[in-house]
């Protein structure tokens, strides 16, 4: 099990699920109401992390005892406490459990809500998140028998400026892709903000075996129209630009909030592409399932979880999605760099 030491948000493994290999599960969208049978999926795969990426409530409130309640019903579960048991459990926030659906920095609880789901997921009083006046996010090492993964999670809410909608009237009839939202790309504008952004770039050039970067929505799908990087074209493109100057090598986005489930890659980094693997939703689902040029495979509008296979001896990483009963439904590989 990991062994977690604060002061160096340093993050030990004596274990993992087989030798020199080391299995970190992730998913998003539970929903406190709703049975979540996947979660024993999940267990039985013997994770040696598990990271929930946002919307691991449907608080949509500004009642904070209202919220509360609702994670008390997710600590409930009985694959959720078994879940506890197996893995340490990472998480960052979406916008259900921030407090209301597509909101940014107007949301008039946001520091009583941080309270509430660092005390859920027991973090340390003398952790860094629970200290910081501008945001939730975080980073974490976890080391596994001197393999070092870098885990990043940026907060997309707390700093993040107000979406455009797209104006039906510039709209010509036919062209806009089937089952698109109703935002649009916006240039000057940030989801992060510029404090946060220089924290991102220092926690990105420090070297690790495997950075994985957990965003709570989709990035590197150019367009959706529902919530993405791409409507924040400006930050999406100091991102990947900032991986591509810097040559940061081993680098693999997980992300939630679609309610479909999918694989993307693209070539824009050299000598590697960028991989990302979407999993949504752990109890949410939705069938229409918008277009993704980097798309491999299908999209999987089931239940679903996302697994990384990190097989350090081979240097490699499988990138996997599984269904409820924990058979894959979409599998890739990912080739590390050579060090």
Not at 24 to 44: E, M, R, T, Y
Not at 131 to 146: C, F, P, T
Not at 186 to 197: A, C, D, H, Y
Not at 266 to 291: A, C, D, M, R, Y
């Amino acid at each position: 099990m990991f062994r977690p030491l604060y002061f160096s948000l340093l993050l030990l493994a004596t274990a993992g699920a087989q030798a020199d290999t080391t299995r970190i599960a992730f998913g998003s969208c539970i929903h406190q109401d709703k049975p979540a049978p996947i979660l024993d999926a999940v267990v039985a795969r013997q994770p040696d992390a598990f990271v929930l990426l946002g919307d691991n409530v449907y608080g949509d409130t500004t009642d904070m005892k209202e919220l509360q309640r609702k994670y008390q019903k997710l600590g409930a579960k009985p694959g959720y406490q078994a879940l506890k048991k197996a893995a340490p459990v990472y998480a960052i926030w979406d916008d259900h459990d921030y407090g209301q659906n597509d909101a940014g920095k107007e949301y008039p609880q946001k520091a009583a809500s941080k309270r509430i789901m660092l005390d859920f997921f027991e973090e340390p009083t003398d952790s860094p998140r629970r200290s910081r006046n501008d945001g939730n996010y975080a980073s974490y090492w976890i080391e596994d028998n001197g393999h070092f993964i870098h885990l990043i999670l940026p907060d997309l809410r707390w700093n993040r400026d107000a979406l455009s909608k797209e104006s039906t009237d510039d709209l010509i009839p036919g062209l806009k892709p089937a089952n698109s939202g109703p935002y649009a790309a916006t240039q000057g504008r940030t989801m992060l903000g510029e404090t946060q952004w220089q924290w991102l770039e220092q926690e990105l050039l420090k070297p690790a075996d495997l950075t994985i970067i957990g965003s709570s929505i989709q990035l590197l799908p150019e367009f959706t129209g529902w919530e993405s990087w791409a409507n924040f074209p400006d930050d999406r493109s100091r991102l990947i630009q900032f991986i591509e100057n810097n040559r940061i090598a081993d680098v693999v986005f997980i992300s939630g909030d679609t309610h479909w489930g999918e694989v993307s890659r693209t070539f824009v980094n050299h000598p590697q592409p960028l991989w990302e693997v979407t999993s949504s939703g752990l109890t949410e689902e939705w069938k229409e399932i918008s277009p993704n040029r980097h798309r491999l495979g299908e999209g999987f509008s089931q239940v679903n979880f996302g697994e990384l296979d990190i097989n350090w001896a081979a240097g490699e990483v499988g990138l996997s999605l599984f269904d409820v009963s924990g058979q894959p439904l979409e599998q890739y590989t990912m080739i590390l760099s050579e060090r």
